[in-house]
């Protein structure tokens, strides 16, 4: 098995999309931030009236999914056509519940797009509920969905 | 308890550090990104001829420790003094183990450059064996210590 | 009506426009920079052979316009074919006045690239000139004419 | 009258400012978006359920201000120490008022950062609400108080 | 002759390439840097135990690609589909000789793609060894190949 | 020798300067770009009348030193304190000479930045001019002087 990020001699690189056709692409990602139930209630009652924790990192998560070819030394850069974000409580975890989707018509996936959205909008609820709970982790960060381009669909199994 | 980030009113702001003095800080993150035995053969065999996954994913880390003041909305830039990121294969994980440490000479700590360093490196991981094995997983993302500031030391319980 | 830059939850994100057929765009933006009638000699005697502010704010809109996805959280990355910045003295302000034309053929307009072009080289014309004036005032920022897209033309009354 | 932004010969260029002493400094800009009384309405109400027009635009205006060095070409970096936004309906204009406030100890003031956070922040409130009205205007850009540096404290007259 | 970045009146723009077509476009742009005999051992030595410059250098080459919309002012943002440098050692200059290789399907060329590759992979080898001889060149960047879009081909004649 | 960009290990980092005194640090950097006497002509003419070649060159590099961290994976953020760029025309190469200095009050020296203004301004000389001539070069650049910081004074000798 050969890696596609490498050339024959063993080189990092940009591979070569200049011959692939333009097709709808999807991708989805998720993740969790995992806190105390108390931090849990800050993040979520912020919404209302002390400050939104949640909506601040949607879009720090939508942000971030633009700057993904300037994070990932070899993706390449992608006109995106939509990025969302659902950040939801997850009492039983407990803590936040993080899914990106991302489009695009291009020569290449999203996959990297949707899984840095995850990431960012992460990071961002880690920094926003710091000064509560220094302990929080961030993990479950994977693809759910893959549709379009050469390699076809790919589902995640359920986790 | 209230956060920081917002003010009396609730609306996110960059909270003023202008009071704080400039102390020495250190803060070390941790991660991991889980994959099969043979996934990992990949990545440990490409440092020697097949391509270095590692490597690139040890730059990607830095310069994205670089940027996390564009990226997390209310982070403060800060005149980084060291960057440095450890990326050590786990056969009982199986996969990649990543532990950055970010120091300054500064008014706000380091917390979310670590952070960010391992995320960002943990994705470029992600990105750069994906033809291989889309099934990946980033996790374990936590601060394993920091140092400096008002508010003291702090250390992760063991995992 | 409802705001298409939030799903029907009231969520933001960055909508969907990947079922839009790319077409020419062009979207006109105009805006001034008001200062005493001494400022705007400086300003534009200036241009012969004291320094050019005005050509330094017409780079530094034409770059501004190319950042205008990085600025704007919910704005889609595009391919902007062409940008071009005119600034000329009105003594009658007394001031400088801006119009931006941008050009792309894409999924979207690109109203807030000729309005990002506008603003950043205003910001530029401020800077340049404040060691003379902090009293200058940015307004008249408006979208002038916008074509193609499943809107249509849109043109601006006469101010 | 000559300006610190050009050297004798009129060449622009960053100016020096290693000799000047790092001070406490502080600007505070205004603006506003003028737009019609129903989309204010759909502004404000959408802060409620529909959508966080102002909470967006807050964000992007202090992400905006720490992007300042980059957009504005002869500004140097600075390492901000706060930024806030105030972002208020009045329904006389009828429209959104803006109030931005930065702070930073350094060698240079950081009214271009406050007047920069002002625009940005205008800029995404335009973005959002285009859908329902394209002829809004942002205007009434000014520095309306600066603190600190060699020249002093300058306050705006009342507008 | 006129040039094409000035319109008529002599200011710059980003000129219109609306009306062009999107054809498959490739740059190749090369250059060097000079060392002394022990430096050049020590930046190839340095691949198998002690760092890596050449690799390092590589990837900041990729990514500088990347950014050349962003730092060349009057250049148009492209969906880069391929970037490759090489980076050899060549004992009678003596130095390191660099090529990239960029590819795109749009409406205007990669030239400044490929050139700013070189440069940025250039000035990172300088970085990486300059604690071992400050005196180092870098010089010999030039356009070696283009091919696509209106102007046909173009090849450098042998150095 | 060791290369301090790299630990004991063979890793890259971002070398560790917050032991390191700030204290105040300049360097020179010098480039040149070759090109026919009929180019040259255009470059130096279009300052009157055509378009400024040169003034576009020389805000380049102001805002290229600014993205150096960005650009040059192990550098370290600096608050830089000055940039200034001279570009004057040589008609004995025949083409421009460009000349670069950067101050900063920091803990790590600004060769990197200066060097990366001359290569900046060096580029989009070559984007400006290339479609009168395809064949220009870009050489001689290397570090002209640096002073301050442990290793001391640096003058190259005369080329």
Known sequence: MSLSHFDAAGHAHMVDVSEKT???RLAVAE????MTAQTLDLATEGRADKGDVIGTARLAGIMGAKRTADLIPLCHPL???KVALDITPDASLPGLRLRATVKTTGRTGVEMEA????????????DMLKAAEKGMEIGGIRLALKEGGKS????A???
Chains 1, 2, 3, 4, 5, 6 share one sequence.
């Open 22 to 24: 333009e097709t709808a």
């Open 31 to 34: 993740g969790w931030v995992k």
């Open 79 to 81: 006109p995106i056509a």
């Open 115 to 126: 899984l840095t959205a995850v990431s960012t909008a992460a990071l961002t609820i880690y």
């Open 152 to 155: 076809g669909r790919y589902e």
């Open 157 to 159: 199994p359920a986790p």
